[in-house]
């Protein structure tokens, strides 16, 4: 066949063509995303052509016509590869490829055996962009262009590559706020920024992480470990292995804040169930009780629970550090021969969970796929919370006991979208529609907990276990101080802010009956010690910053993620040292210091651990878990 003539460029122009349409239809064949409006669509379409206009680019700056081709060929086939590979991938794990994912041996087993069974025949369709640009390659000849016009055209030709990236970040932006800075889930990014944008994000992240832990070498760690043992707290003897041999059932309270608790909106009781739980002389209550979270939110709560750690500043650390070593509560209690679960009806690659259980050595994630989700039993991000927990007391049922599992709920979650037919109170009346709904939706999770304390009454679990849970971190924002500060009727400082942190803390021990409201201040980071004290666990020689609430010598001192703190006598933030019995600030100017001081070190001695991976120099058995999918 005899070659046409075409314009310069037009093979770049084919290829830029191609392998867009090649990857949007393959992310609409391929992945089973979740687009909830037309904007999102729009997004979806749009977010491969930043970085395809810019890899092509590079071959305008090639000389040669035939290094040029080779160029844009080899592109073409690279990214088709890339699609291809995740397509195969999330065929097997439901999610995309992230590179300590590919890295971690035992997953790379199962991926090893499974691929040759997730090649479909029609897989050839990834590479039909190639085959149209091997084709374009070899029918057409480009006309040269006149040497001057190239560099203005270049030049025009990547302003408006960068302004389809701003466009494109600014649209994703507006659909998910934080997108970047909390990354939280591997979909997310691919449905807003696109696979090939998402692949380099990622391996920042993780050669970031990467380059910190092989700078260390351990040597860090016995500094460390001189800090925890100086602030080990003795259990009291009277409360350790109270619940020995007894199931444990840790339930995070979505967006829960203590405000709520014995407390009224408009005459309207928020959270029943839950008040009388307060009074009930089997469970502890804690009143006086912080959230440690930062921008990982639930993810960090989780992490903060199971490790007695802080998260990471700048993101969250169950997708920065889940290759680590670590030594987790459900790891411990697995090596004391508990079953461990986590029950989150979720998608497995939210928040990084799939990859970071296994670090933390739990054995099963029951994630969305456990559940079956009726007509009528979703709502706002997904399972309701009354299915999910009805459920879930049906899949406990069947686990091995002793066991150990964490039921993270889902419904009181911003927005608080509700059905009608769940509202059991009216909204609220402020400004703020989300601080309206709220109450609605927390009324909603305490009428579920009422449930599940009876389902699992009835399971006959209930007797042989203990309940624990916990509020994971605010609902309410600081954007809404407005109307929180009439349902507060007053002006919310930086001092009420730190205060609003608070979330309720419940120890609830079936039969026990000397319960109690405890106000001892303390914070998520102190459940670790005092769970497993509580089973008659020893936290001696762990790498905890946490100590045990019942302990005698526990210390009223909480940390917050970004440095703000609360002391017996003290509140200090934004600068500021507030007396925490007025809330005007402190007159004795040394009375935050020494506590800023502390707050410092610590933070800083759990970011060398995380960042360094130090404790996988303390780890004996070094071996890898693996964490078992529905
Ligand atoms: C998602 C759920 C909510 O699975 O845990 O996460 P959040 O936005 O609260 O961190
Ligand atoms: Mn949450």
Redesign the pocket.
């Known amino acids: 066949m005899k070659k046409v003539t075409w314009p310069k460029h037009s093979v770049l122009g084919i290829a830029i063509v191609a392998t867009w349409l090649t990857t949007y239809i393959g992310y609409i064949s391929s992945f089973n995303m979740k687009i909830d409006n037309m904007m999102q669509e729009f997004i979806l379409f749009i977010n491969p052509l930043s970085f395809l206009l810019f890899i092509y680019g590079i071959a305008l700056f090639i000389k040669s016509t035939k290094r040029r081709n080779i160029y844009i060929f080899s592109v073409s086939l690279i990214t088709s590869i890339i699609m291809f590979s995740n397509a195969v991938f999330y065929r097997f794990f439901s999610d995309f490829i992230t590179l300590p994912l590919l890295f971690q041996t035992n997953n790379f087993g199962d991926l090893s055996s499974s691929v040759v069974a997730n090649i479909h025949v029609w897989d050839i369709f990834f590479f039909s962009d190639v085959i149209i640009i091997a084709l374009a390659l070899k029918f057409i000849n480009e006309r040269e262009s006149v040497l001057s016009q190239r560099s203005i055209g270049r030049k025009l030709y990547f302003v408006v590559t960068a302004t389809i990236l701003m466009v494109n970040l600014g649209l994703a932006e507006a659909q998910r706020p934080q997108l970047l800075t909390?990354s939280?889930?591997r979909e997310l990014l691919v449905k807003n920024i696109g696979t090939y944008n998402y692949h380099i994000y990622d391996f920042f992240i993780q050669s970031k992480t990467h380059a910190q832990r092989a700078l260390a070498d351990g040597s860090e760690l016995s500094e460390v470990a001189n800090y925890v043992n100086a602030n080990y707290a003795e259990p009291d003897p009277e409360m350790f292995g109270v619940a020995k041999g007894r199931n444990v059932i840790f339930v995070?309270l979505?967006?829960l804040q203590n405000f709520v608790i014995n407390n009224e909106m408009n005459g309207y009781e928020i959270s029943p169930f839950l008040n009388e739980l307060t009074r009930d002389p089997d469970t502890f209550y804690f009143d006086n009780f912080y959230h440690q979270?930062g921008l990982?939110?639930?993810?960090?709560?989780?992490f903060i629970m199971e490790n007695s750690l802080y998260g990471r500043n700048g993101g969250a650390v169950f997708f920065t550090n889940s290759g680590n070593t670590f030594n987790s509560m459900s790891e411990k209690l697995g090596d004391n021969g508990y079953f461990t679960s986590v029950m989150?009806a979720?998608?497995r690659s939210?928040?990084n969970?799939d990859i970071m259980y296994q670090a933390l050595g739990i054995q099963k994630f029951y994630d969305v796929e456990s559940y079956e989700i009726g007509e009528g039993q979703a709502v706002n991000?997904?399972m309701k919370d009354i299915p999910f927990l009805e459920q879930s007391v049906e899949l406990m049922k069947e686990m091995p006991q002793p066991f150990s599992t964490r039921v993270?709920t889902?419904t009181n979650?911003?927005p608080f979208d509700l059905d009608e037919e769940d509202m059991i109170i009216p909204q609220y009346d402020s400004n703020s529609k989300t601080l309206n709904k709220y109450f609605q939706t927390v009324r909603y999770m305490d009428e579920a907990i009422k449930i599940f304390f009876d389902d699992l009454k009835e399971s006959g679990i209930y007797d042989n276990s203990i309940i624990v849970m916990y509020g994971?971190?605010y609902g309410i924002s600081e954007n809404h101080n407005k109307a929180m500060g009439m349902y507060m009727d007053k002006e919310i400082t930086p001092f009420d802010d730190v205060e609003l942190q608070k979330v309720p803390f419940f120890i609830h021990i079936p039969g026990y009956g000397e319960g109690k409201t405890s106000n001892e201040l303390s914070g998520q980071m102190d459940i670790r010690p005092t769970v497993l004290h509580l089973l008659g666990i020893d936290t001696k020689e762990d790498m905890q910053m946490g100590a045990d609430v019942f302990s005698p010598d526990h210390e009223p001192f909480v940390i917050f993620r970004d440095g703000r703190l609360v002391t017996e006598n003290n509140i200090y933030a934004h600068d500021v040292c507030y007396d925490i019995q007025t809330g005007e600030v402190e007159t004795d100017e040394e009375a935050c210091e020494p506590y800023i001081e502390r707050a410092t070190t610590e933070l800083g001695y759990s970011d060398l651990i995380i960042n360094g991976d130090l404790l996988r120099f303390s780890e004996e058995d070094g071996e890898e878990s693996k964490v078992e999918m529905h």
Do not use: M, Q, V, Y
């Not at 990982?296 to 989780?302: I, L, N, R």
């Open positions: 909390r939280f889930d995070s979505e967006s979270t990982g939110k639930t993810s960090d709560s989780e989150h979720n998608n939210f928040w969970r991000w997904g993270i889902l979650h911003h994971d971190h």
